[in-house]
């Protein structure tokens, strides 16, 4: 495998489930990202871990929780989601931590969630 | 509120046409400007990295320009051909966003045959 695989790629669940989501990165970064993409909306960062830290937390509603066990594995733990957490969740990775300073980021697939 | 905007939203065009993606931003300090495609099913790529003080980046039959005094940066597609359909995604970093992206929502292309 190369570059950044994601599982499931597709997810149905009940909101009252908990699920979790995977990402693993060939790439040897130190940084891995979590984004949610809604229809027709922009990319909201809701994670960025740098070195197995969180660096930055936007403001995610707690039902979503965050895992790096180690630099080339990131989760999502989904606990009680809502209809509206509906998206597609994709994780990316990149060198460093600073994501917008020229350092190019590298995009999974993707998770599809829909959310009953 | 630091904002990208990218009009049209959806943009279909015959094949071998030349064309051009809008990308509009709010706030002129920025560090860089990027330019992303999504294919269906499938993560997205970079394409191109305009930084602040560059006017223009190339690669293969893509041009990006930047003008940071206007906000806005367009990308030129040269030839288009099927293949180029996707959805095109531009990202800013602006200067006190502690250097995360701040994206548009999009432009989805298609290359009639």
């Known amino acids: 495998e190369t570059g950044v695989t994601q599982t499931p790629r597709h997810l149905v669940m009940g909101m009252t489930n908990k699920k979790s989501l995977k990402c693993e990165q060939h790439l040897g970064h130190n940084a891995m990202y979590w984004y949610k993409q809604s229809a027709k909306k922009p990319l909201e960062l809701m994670f960025v871990y740098s070195l197995e830290e969180r660096v930055e937390n936007n403001s995610v509603p707690s039902r979503f929780s965050p895992e790096c066990p180690n630099s080339s594995h990131l989760f999502l733990h989904l606990h009680t989601l809502q209809p509206e957490d509906s998206a597609l969740y994709l994780c990316?990775?990149?060198?460093?931590?600073?994501?917008?300073?020229?350092?190019?980021?590298?995009f999974g697939p993707g998770t599809r969630l829909l959310v009953l | 509120k630091q904002e990208v905007t990218q009009i049209p939203a959806a943009l279909s065009v015959p094949e071998g046409e030349n064309l051009v993606l809008n990308c509009s931003f709010t706030d002129s300090a920025i560090y860089n400007l990027q330019w992303f495609r999504q294919d269906p099913g499938k993560g997205l790529t970079s394409l191109l990295l305009?930084?602040?003080s560059q006017r223009e980046q190339t690669s293969g039959r893509l041009n990006a320009s930047l003008d940071k005094s206007s906000g806005r940066s367009t990308l030129y597609i040269a030839a288009s051909q099927p293949g180029d359909s996707a959805t095109y995604l531009c990202?800013?970093?602006?200067?006190?966003?502690?250097?995360?992206?701040?994206w548009g929502a999009g432009t989805k292309l298609i290359i009639k045959p």
């Open positions: 305009i930084q602040s």
């Open positions: 990316a990775s990149s060198q460093g931590e600073r994501q917008g300073a020229g350092e190019t980021q590298y």
């Open positions: 990202a800013v970093t602006f200067m006190d966003s502690n250097y995360q992206l701040i």
